[in-house]
Nanobody, 124 residues
Framework: QVQLVESGGGSVQAGGSLRLSCLPSTNTPYSMGWFRQAPGKEREGVAVRSRDGRIIYSESVKGRFTISKDNAKNTLYLQMNSLNAEDTAVYYC????????????????????WGQGTQVTVSS
């Protein structure tokens, strides 16, 4: 069982930046990623980093968000720049992707372990 704790959410004006952090309870060899869920919408994949370091982004955040992992700190990050109102959502860290296609790695159902989420609010 892996517990994930997110931090770094908050409120920011459009055009601003935030950095989210995710700390697993154990040193996990799994693929890890960031997902988000806006009010009234389904949870969607934002960025995933596979256990071998490959990265995939959703089209909506490509070029603005960067996922990274500090192995020394065992922490996953999501640097979010040029934020806009459409980025407002609860952001979740996830780990433990099931096997399957690379393109499908942004699908939430592929992941086993989830954090409690952190709210990101972008005001225009």
């Amino acid at each position: 069982q892996v517990q994930l704790v997110e931090s770094g959410g908050g409120s920011v004006q459009a055009g601003g930046s935030l950095r989210l952090s995710c700390l697993p309870s154990t040193n996990t060899p799994y693929s890890m990623g960031w997902f988000r869920q806006a009010p009234g919408k389904e949870r969607e994949g934002v960025a995933v980093r596979s256990r071998d370091g490959r990265i995939i982004y959703s089209e909506s955040v490509k070029g603005r968000f960067t996922i990274s992992k500090d192995n020394a700190k065992n922490t996953l990050y999501l640097q979010m720049n040029s934020l806009n109102a459409e980025d407002t959502a609860v952001y979740y860290c996830a780990a433990g992707a099931s096997s399957g296609s690379w393109d499908g790695l942004l699908a939430p159902h592929r992941f086993t372990y989830w954090g409690q989420g952190t709210q990101v609010t972008v005001s225009s």
